[in-house]
């Protein structure tokens, strides 16, 4: 069982920056973040192998968003900079425990209750 918990969203202006947290207890294999925005169908944004840091990113938001993990504190971290209007959503923190490591939402089975950013032109 991996319990998952997510902070620091909030709003800000385009161009402007943002970190997102998540807090997971238990079991860590895999650990993503998606988002989803109203209408719209939920997508990955970034996923960290939690054993040896690897990571990959969707292309929407490479070069801009990174994901890190501080093994202390038991935190996956999502540091979003030239934040735009589009990436405005709902973002969730994901958990797996085993199998492929990927952006697909579908195979992820522990979801944080989400957190909410809002990016104003």
């Known amino acids: 069982q991996v319990q998952l918990v997510e902070s620091g969203g909030g709003s800000v202006q385009a161009g402007g920056s943002l970190r997102l947290s998540c807090r997971a207890s238990?079991?860590?294999?895999?650990l993503g973040w998606f988002r989803q925005a109203p209408g719209k169908e939920r997508e990955g944004v970034a996923r960290?192998?939690?054993?040896?840091?690897?990571?990959d990113y969707a292309d929407s938001v490479k070069g801009r968003f990174t994901i890190s993990q501080d093994n202390a504190k038991n935190t996956v971290y999502l540091q979003m900079n030239s934040l735009q209007p589009e990436d405005t959503a709902m973002y969730y923190c994901?958990?797996?425990?085993?199998?492929?490591?990927?952006?697909?939402?579908?195979?992820?089975?522990?979801w944080g209750q989400g957190t909410q950013v809002t990016v104003s032109s």
């Open positions: 994901a958990a797996r425990s085993f199998g492929s490591c990927s952006l697909r939402y579908m195979d992820f089975t522990y």
């Open positions: 238990g079991y860590k294999y895999c």
């Open positions: 960290i192998l939690y054993s040896s840091g690897n990571n």
